[in-house]
């Protein structure tokens, strides 16, 4: 082992998006940071890929709202060339012979969603104002820095400040909020509409990247991380990045290195430096002991400290808890190069203004939860739900000119299948079988497919350290 002079105040592990933004705010604080990346590259799961020949995409993660403007202004981005395009149009449903299409235009959406339900069409904007409302409280906490339970009295103030946030919403919000906190989404929904195919635009939001059914308690709160985004000044919006997700972890890490943060890659940690109670270092993989004031790690919970720190360091309870954390995938994600756009039969004649904005199969909550228990019982859904987006209609960079590049964001599928079987026996299998799906719907997709990248959900597992495949860390 080599001891390496020259200590850090701070060793930040892992390289994602994360990663890459504490410790340009730690060094634009003063600190000298070092960031150690286990990947050839920076970024984590925000990554661009050549996946075909002239073909490239964001591999894993592919749309941007939750990424602070706060941090895209501290972090000066767009200096760093970081580009974001709003989708300007919204959701694109695709149900048996018809379709339910969302625009930004309120009362285009009001019309066709009147074509299912009158009711649905009169209450749709109360819904979203309500959400929006609530979501945007639950923002404001989420920019605080979280108290520290007995940490005195600086975070009891904060703690006060937290609660006077919630106190700030009407008592009618306030309910709002206790239901999304414990109800479940189907139920929620259906409290709300009668329409099928607009309690499945919803429900698919509620249920991204959570291994759940749409009617198990809880999954209603994640309505609120869909609606508190925020997009080029525009409060619940979506967008791209231009050149794909690589494009944001491009710009921070340029902009990390310009405040003096020293970054390397195909660097894993092994181990955490403890001594007398406190964090001192990191031992790297290939034998480097590096010295640290702190370590801040942008890595999962379980293996920060179950596989990082030494045996004994933690206690009994908290070693218990950790180890029980759950992580579960649902996610299975496909980059397809395509030689035209997929033709819709039920959109037939309507141009291609729903191609930037996104295009999910998931016609009702029914259908939602048969996909669940489907994966429950066989590790994947036959019938899958399933996200589309089509950034080359925005972003030309992606492809050749006439060609295209779909980012598919598909559920559920489990990590560990059922019998011992391996993702890598049947992950080209389940993709053959998600392009069958969507073949139904457009009947020339299945023929324009030039190339494609599959990432199962072990794969997400393996290449991100992310456990059990979970998009999420659990």
């Known amino acids: ?96 012979n018809d379709h339910l299409l969302l625009s930004r235009d309120e009362e285009q959406a009001r019309r066709e969603i009147a074509r299912f339900s009158k009711h649905d069409a009169r209450v749709i904007d109360e819904f979203e104002a309500q959400i929006g409302r609530v979501a945007l409280a639950m923002r404001e906490i989420a920019m605080a820095s979280p108290p520290e339970i007995g940490g005195g009295w600086r975070d009891l103030l904060s703690l006060a400040a937290a609660g006077n946030t919630f106190r700030k919403l009407s008592a009618a919000d306030q309910s709002v909020l206790i239901e999304l906190m414990t109800k479940s989404l189907g139920d929620y929904l259906d409290s709300w509409f009668e329409s099928q195919a607009l309690k499945g635009i919803f429900g698919l939001e509620g249920i991204i990247g959570n291994f759940a059914d749409p009617y198990q308690s809880g999954t209603a709160y994640v309505l609120l991380h869909h609606t508190f985004g925020e997009v080029n000044g525009t409060t619940g919006a979506w967008g791209i990045a231009r050149g794909g997700m690589g494009a944001i972890t491009d710009a921070m890490q340029a902009s990390a290195i310009e405040r003096g943060v020293d970054i390397e890659t195909n660097v894993g940690v092994k181990e955490i430096v403890v001594s007398g109670g406190r964090a001192a ?169 030039l190339g494609r990248q599959v990432k199962s959900p072990l794969d997400i597992e393996r290449d991100l350290g992310m456990v059990g495949g979970d998009i999420f860390h659990g």
Not at 20 to 36: F, M, N, R, S
Request: hydrophobic share 40%.
């Open 1 to 96: 082992m080599t001891a390496e002079t020259g200590k850090y105040d701070v060793i930040v592990i892992g390289a994602g998006h994360n990663g890459l933004t504490c410790a340009a705010y730690l060094a634009a604080a003063g600190l000298k940071v070092k960031v150690l990346e286990r990947r050839p590259v920076v970024g984590g799961a925000a990554v661009t890929e050549e996946f075909h020949p002239g073909f490239k995409n964001s591999v894993y993660a592919y749309s941007i709202s939750l990424l602070n403007p706060k941090v895209i202004q501290d972090l000066n981005l767009a200096r760093h060339g970081l580009t974001i395009f709003e989708r300007p149009a919204r959701t694109l449903s695709l149900l048996e």
């Open 281 to 449: 270092g990191v031992i790297t993989d290939d034998g480097r002991e590096i010295g640290a004031r702190a370590i801040a790690a942008n890595v999962h919970p379980q293996t920060l400290l179950l596989n990082l720190l030494e045996p004994g360091l933690l206690d009994e309870e908290t070693h218990r808890r950790i180890s029980h954390y759950r992580s579960h995938s649902a996610t299975f994600r496909m980059n397809v190069a395509l030689s035209e756009l997929p033709r819709f039969s039920s959109m037939s004649g309507q141009g291609d203004f729903h191609f930037k904005g996104a295009i999910e199969l998931s016609p009702s909550l029914s259908y939602l939860s048969d996909a669940y228990a489907d994966a429950k019982t066989m590790g994947w859904s036959r019938k899958p739900v399933i996200s589309m987006q089509v950034p080359s209609t925005q972003d030309d960079s992606l492809c050749p000119p006439g060609n295209h590049v779909a980012s598919l964001f598909c559920q559920h599928f489990q990590r560990h299948l059922p019998d011992g079987n391996s993702w890598d026996d049947v992950s080209e299998k389940v993709a053959d079988q998600i392009i069958d799906t969507i073949d139904q719907y457009a009947p020339n997709f299945k023929g324009s497919v």
